[in-house]
C-alpha cells in the first residue's frame, strides 16, 4: 500500500523558517518523481518544487531562493526547507510522487500518489 505521509507544517511569522518531510512507502521510491505542491483556499493546486530521480529540479519562480527541496533515498524522505516564508505562502502543502518526465516536471496530473497535506500558515 503506496503511502505519503508529511510532516513539518505549522504557523511563522513572515521572514521565519519551517522544514516539511514526507516519508514514503509502499513503493520503490528511488525510482519516481517526487514533488510538493500547495493549495490555498480558492486557488488550483500549483507544484512548488520538484526533483526527478536523477536530481533534476524544478522550482515554482516564487520560491525560488527560498525553497530547497531534496530526497534521501536510503530513507525513502522528501524534504521541503522554507526560508523567508511570507504570507502568501499561506496553504496546504503535498507531497506527491510520479512518473513525470524532467520537462514537465511541474505537472500536477502527471503524479500518481499523494500525501494527505500539511498546513502552513505565515502570519504578517
Known amino acids: 500500500q503506496v503511502q505519503l505521509v508529511e510532516s513539518g507544517g505549522g504557523s511563522v511569522q513572515a521572514g521565519g523558517s519551517l522544514r516539511l518531510s514526507c516519508a514514503a512507502s509502499g513503493f520503490t521510491f528511488r525510482n519516481y518523481v517526487v514533488g510538493w505542491f500547495r493549495q490555498a483556499p480558492g486557488k488550483e493546486r500549483e507544484c512548488v518544487a520538484s526533483?526527478?530521480?536523477?536530481?533534476?529540479?524544478y522550482y515554482l519562480d516564487s520560491v525560488k531562493g527560498r525553497f530547497t527541496c531534496s530526497r534521501d533515498n536510503a530513507k525513502n524522505t522528501l524534504y521541503l526547507q522554507m526560508n523567508s516564508l511570507k504570507p502568501e505562502d499561506t496553504a496546504v502543502y503535498y507531497c506527491?510522487?510520479?512518473?513525470?518526465?524532467?520537462?514537465?516536471?511541474?505537472?500536477?496530473?502527471?503524479?500518481?500518489?499523494w500525501g494527505q497535506g500539511t498546513q502552513v500558515t505565515v502570519s504578517s
Open positions: 526533483i526527478s530521480r536523477g536530481a533534476s529540479s
Open positions: 506527491a510522487a510520479g512518473s513525470a518526465p524532467t520537462s514537465l516536471l511541474s505537472r500536477t496530473d502527471l503524479y500518481n500518489w
